[in-house]
């Protein structure tokens, strides 16, 4: 049997005592790609962070596998950063979870940082304000700073968002590599037409779970007219090129 690397148990998350999330049960096999799918509103980033135990869940629970070491990359826009940060420190802080709070980085590590800019193609930017990027590059700063927490599984909420189609192939090039070492990545992602070409298996989302499974069968059934309210039929006119990924 495949290894799980998350499992979620009948997760219910309020905020303010209204429930926004209810009835989620998952189960993320390791060393995947895995979507979580949904229209706006749906509970996505809710689940990620609940995932993560960034907020608390009123019921169920989460389980992700003691061994693995975790990497999470926040939705883009809700970053905000008010201090003053160069590239290279947001990536450097990447190493903090290793060293402790206490020692500081040293040559290695920043030899490091500079190492993961460049895989991200940011090492031009190295001394500029975080806040002075695009959100395509901002993007690929936070990236950088996954690439030096050297996780063993990445939960990323909606990377593509803001960032041009060569950076998307670039992320998602990075994540199928991560894959090949056996890494799991978790991606809230919102664009039906590349998920067959960009993930193994996906959840359907819509307050409550409505499918999961492989990306092409679960695109292909009912279950998605009823996450999207009735709006998206399965094979419908405008997502003829999901039937051409699935064939
Ligand atoms: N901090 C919050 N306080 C109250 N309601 C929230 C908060 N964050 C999100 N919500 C609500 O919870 C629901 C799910 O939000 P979210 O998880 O951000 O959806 P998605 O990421 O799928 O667009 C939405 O109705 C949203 O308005
Ligand atoms: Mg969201």
């Known amino acids: 049997m495949e290894k799980i690397a998350v499992e979620v148990k009948n997760l219910v998350v309020s905020y303010k005592e209204i429930p926004v999330l209810w009835d989620i049960n ?21 689940l990620l962070k609940a995932m993560l135990d960034l907020i608390k869940a009123d019921a169920g629970f989460v389980n992700i596998d003691k061994t693995l070491k975790v990497s999470y990359v926040p939705q883009n826009s809700s970053v905000s950063w008010d201090f003053p940060a160069t590239c290279f420190d947001v990536v450097l802080m990447g190493s903090y979870r290793s060293l402790g ?7 290695k590590e920043k030899n490091n940082a500079a190492a993961c800019l460049e895989k991200m193609g940011m090492l031009e930017f190295k001394d500029r304000q975080i806040n002075e990027l695009s959100g395509g590059q901002k993007q690929r700063v936070f990236l950088a700073r996954a690439l030096m927490e050297e996780g063993d599984i990445f939960f990323l909420d ?3 968002r803001g960032v041009d189609v060569v950076t998307e192939k670039e992320i998602i090039r990075l994540l199928k590599s991560f894959k090949e070492e056996g890494k799991t990545a978790v991606l809230v992602h919102h664009d039906l037409s590349t998920l067959c070409e960009y993930f193994d298996y996906m959840a359907l989302i819509n ?5 999961q499974g492989p990306c092409s069968e679960v695109l292909l059934s009912e ?3 009823q996450a999207y309210n009735g709006k998206i039929s399965p094979f419908g006119v405008g ?9």
């Open 26 to 46: 998952l189960k993320i096999p390791k060393g995947c790609l895995f979507a979580i799918v949904g229209p706006n509103g749906a509970g996505k980033t809710t």
């Open 101 to 107: 709070w206490i020692k500081r980085p040293g040559r």
């Open 158 to 160: 909606e990377p593509f």
């Open 207 to 211: 307050k409550s779970l409505i499918a």
């Open 223 to 225: 279950k998605l007219t």
């Open 239 to 247: 997502y003829a090129n999901i039937a051409s990924n699935v064939r």
